[in-house]
C-alpha cells in the first residue's frame, strides 16, 4: 500500500483504502441541491478518478421557493424533500462516508433551514452540507480543471439557479475565487415577472447583471486568464441552442449570443420558448441565463468561451475521493493555518490522538469523521495565544470559524470552533445543550475528548515524559470515562486533579463519570 494510503487509515474507512490501493473500484456519489435542480450523481473509482455510471436530476426550481422573508416556501420544501426520499430510496444501503450532499445558493439564503436540513438528512440517509459561495467556487474548479489543459490560465464560469461562481486557475491551483448571488432562476423571478419577455426587459435584465459583477471586474482582470471555460446546465443550454441553431461550432461568441437574444425576443414569453436544442424544462428560465452570459461577455470582455464537461458535482466527487484516499483538502487546509504557530507539543502528537481516541471510539460510537475533528481541534486550540493568551480559547475558536478553510462547510468550521472554545475555561450547561442540539451526542464527547488530551499532552510536556510507552490509557463506557495512568503515577494523578480537577464536577452534570487512576 502507497504511504499515504497507508497513512489514512485511521482517517478512512480501512476497507475502503485498501480496495483503492489495490486499484478495486468502489462507488460513490454526490448530491447537489441546487437552486434549479437536484441532482445524483453515481460514480465508480479508477485510478483515482471518478467514472460516472448513474445520474438522476430533478429540475425543481428551488431557487423560487423562498418567500418574501426568506423562508422555504411549504410547497417548495415538500417538493425538495420528496426529491431527496426518491434519492435516499437509491442509496439506501450506501455506507454514508461514500456519499457526499451539498446545498448552494438557496439554502445559503434561507432563514431557518435547519428544520429543512435536519428533514432532508432522514430522507437522504446523510447530512447536506451548506457549502459558501467561495466553496462552492473551489468545487467547480476542481470538477472542471481537469479538462483543461495544464498550462493554460482559465477563466471557468459556472452559472447556477441562484448564483454565479467565477474562478481564475492554472492546472489543479486555483488561484482567484468568487461567487455572486445571482443566477438564472433569480434573474427570471427579479426581471420577468409575469414571465413577459420584452426588449426593454432584457436589456433591464442584462444591466442588472452587470451591474452585479462590474465589482469582480479589475481583480478578474488582473488575473490575466487567456481562455474562458464555462460549465454546468445555463451555459450548456446556450451552447447547445447555439450549435442547433449553427451559429456556434467552436464555442460561443459575442454574435452567436446576439443572434441567441433575437431568437429570444422573437416569442414573447419567458416559459413558452420554443427553440431547437432546448429542453422543454429549461425554457423557463433560459431568458435569465441569457442575459447573465451577454453580461460576462460584454463585462469581463470574453470573445470565446468552451463548455466543460464537468462541474460542482464531479469536484464533489473528486473532493470525496481524496478524504477516502487520506488527500483530505480540509486536513491540508488546517495544516496550512497550524503552520503559523509552533506546535506546542511536538511531533507525536496525532500518535497520541489516534491512540486516545481508538480507546474509546467504539463504545462511545465515534466514527473517523468524529477523529478527524477531534485532531483539528486539538492542533488548533492554542492559534488564539497569537491575541491574547487571556481567553485564547475564544480567540482560537474565533480564528477558526472564520478562516477561509478550503473543503469545510460553515456549519464545519461551527462545529470545529464550539470544539475549541469547549476545550478550556468554565464547563457551562448551556453551552453543552447548544452544541447537543447543534450536532449531537458525539460532539458533546469529542469536547470531553478534546479538554481532556490538551490537558494531557500538557501535563506529558510539563513532566518531560518521553517514554515510547503511552502513558495514559482511557477506558469509556456509555456513561463514564476511566483515565489511569502507569508511568509516574502520583505525579501525573496529582497535575491532572490540578489542571481539571475543578471543572470534572460540572461536566459530570453532562452525564459523563469520570474514574481517575494510577
Not at 107 to 112: D, I, N, P, T
Not at 367 to 379: M, N, Y
Request: aromatic content about 6%; some cysteine.
Amino acid at each position: 500500500m502507497p504511504k499515504a494510503l497507508a497513512k489514512a487509515a485511521l482517517r478512512a474507512p480501512k476497507k475502503i483504502v485498501k480496495r483503492m490501493a489495490r486499484n478495486r473500484s468502489p462507488v460513490i456519489a454526490a448530491v447537489d441541491l441546487g437552486s434549479n435542480s437536484f441532482h445524483l450523481v453515481i460514480a465508480k473509482v479508477e485510478n483515482g478518478e471518478p467514472v460516472v455510471v448513474d445520474k438522476l436530476r430533478e429540475m425543481l426550481r428551488f431557487g423560487s421557493g423562498l418567500d418574501h422573508k426568506q423562508h422555504i416556501r411549504p410547497v417548495a420544501a415538500k417538493a425538495a424533500l420528496a426529491c431527496l426520499r426518491r434519492f435516499g430510496q437509491r442509496l439506501a444501503l450506501w455506507r454514508p462516508e461514500l456519499v457526499r450532499a451539498v446545498g448552494t445558493n438557496t439554502l445559503r439564503q434561507a432563514v431557518g433551514a435547519e428544520s429543512f436540513l435536519r428533514k432532508a438528512q432522514a430522507r437522504l440517509g446523510v447530512p447536506v452540507e451548506v457549502v459558501s459561495g467561495i466553496e462552492e467556487a473551489r468545487l467547480i474548479y476542481r470538477g472542471v480543471s481537469p479538462g483543461i489543459a495544464a498550462e493554460a490560465r482559465a477563466l471557468v464560469i459556472d452559472i447556477g439557479g441562484g448564483s454565479t461562481e467565477l474562478i481564475v486557475g492554472v492546472g489543479g491551483h486555483a488561484e482567484v475565487l468568487e461567487s455572486v448571488t445571482m443566477g438564472c432562476v433569480t434573474l427570471t423571478d427579479r426581471l420577468f415577472a409575469g414571465h413577459l419577455l420584452t426588449e426593454a426587459r432584457f436589456a433591464q435584465a442584462v444591466t442588472f447583471a452587470r451591474h452585479q459583477l462590474m465589482p469582480l471586474r479589475e481583480r478578474l482582470r488582473a488575473a490575466r486568464w487567456d481562455r474562458a471555460v464555462g460549465s454546468s446546465g445555463t451555459i450548456r443550454a446556450v451552447d447547445a441552442v447555439a450549435r442547433e441553431l449553427g451559429v456556434a461550432t467552436g464555442g460561443l461568441t459575442a454574435s452567436a449570443l446576439t443572434e441567441l437574444k433575437e431568437r429570444v425576443l422573437a416569442q414573447r414569453h419567458v416559459d413558452r420558448l420554443v427553440l431547437p436544442g432546448l429542453a422543454t424544462e429549461r425554457a423557463p428560465v433560459f431568458a435569465g441565463g441569457l442575459a447573465i452570459v451577454i453580461a460576462l461577455f460584454d463585462v469581463l470582455e470574453i470573445t470565446t468561451m468552451e463548455v466543460a464537461k464537468g462541474a460542482l458535482r464531479e469536484g464533489v466527487l473528486r473532493d470525496l475521493i481524496g478524504r477516502l484516499s487520506g488527500a483530505d483538502v480540509r486536513s491540508e487546509a488546517i495544516a496550512r493555518l497550524a503552520a503559523r504557530w509552533p506546535n506546542p507539543y511536538g511531533t507525536g502528537m496525532a500518535e497520541r490522538i489516534d491512540a486516545l481516541f481508538e480507546m474509546v471510539a467504539g463504545p462511545w460510537h465515534l466514527s473517523l469523521e468524529d477523529r478527524r475533528f477531534l485532531g483539528w481541534a486539538v492542533q488548533l486550540h492554542a492559534c488564539g495565544t497569537a491575541i491574547n493568551r487571556l481567553r485564547y480559547e475564544r480567540h482560537s475558536a474565533y480564528i477558526v470559524e472564520h478562516a477561509e478553510l478550503a473543503g469545510f462547510a460553515p456549519r464545519e468550521q461551527a462545529l470545529l470552533g464550539m470544539l475549541i472554545a469547549m476545550h478550556r475555561g468554565k464547563w457551562t450547561q448551556p453551552a453543552v445543550v447548544g452544541l447537543k442540539r447543534s450536532f449531537g451526542d458525539a460532539a458533546v464527547r469529542l469536547a470531553i475528548l478534546a479538554r481532556i488530551i490538551v490537558v494531557l499532552l500538557r501535563i506529558e510536556q510539563s513532566l518531560a515524559i518521553s517514554s515510547r510507552r503511552a502513558p495514559w490509557h482511557l477506558s469509556a463506557r456509555v456513561g463514564a470515562l476511566e483515565i489511569s495512568t502507569p508511568l509516574r503515577a502520583n505525579l501525573m494523578r496529582d497535575a491532572f486533579w490540578r489542571e481539571l480537577g475543578p471543572e470534572l464536577a460540572d461536566m459530570q452534570k453532562g452525564g459523563i463519570r469520570f474514574l481517575l487512576n494510577g
